[in-house]
């Protein structure tokens, strides 16, 4: 059993940047494969970026140079350091571990309960 707890989020105007961090609790943490998500008003989840065990990363095109995903196993946290900020990147981010590094959501067994990204023009 994991569980994750986001923080980090906040008001930020548009070019600015953030860190959000996701805390895990419990065992195996470097075990796990972990993603980043983010869901916005009125829109699906998507997946912002992933790391696997190993710490190779995925970025969706939409963060891609801006966003950077980090791991660090003896403090059990993933971050992720966003760049750069747009407005379109308001939404409320998640992070999920799973055994596999994944896109898709039902990859994940664990979530964390996300923090709000408010970029302001």
């Known amino acids: 059993q994991v569980q994750l707890v986001e923080s980090g989020g906040g008001l930020v105007q548009a070019g600015g940047s953030l860190r959000l961090s996701c805390a895990a609790s419990?065992?195996?943490?470097?075990?796990?494969?972990l993603g980043w998500f983010r869901q916005a008003p009125g829109k699906e989840r998507e997946c912002v970026g992933t790391?696997?065990?190993?710490?190779?990363?995925y970025y969706a095109d939409i963060v891609k140079g801006r966003f950077t995903i980090s791991r660090d196993n003896a403090k059990n946290t993933v971050y992720l350091q966003m760049n750069s900020l747009k407005l379109e990147d308001t939404a409320v981010y998640y992070c999920?571990?799973?055994?596999?590094?994944?896109?898709?959501?039902?990859?994940?067994?664990?979530w964390g309960q996300g923090t709000q990204v408010t970029v302001s023009s």
């Open positions: 999920a571990a799973g055994t596999a590094a994944s896109r898709y959501e039902s990859n994940y067994d664990y």
């Open positions: 419990g065992r195996s943490f470097s075990s796990y494969a």
């Open positions: 790391i696997t065990t190993n710490g190779y990363t």
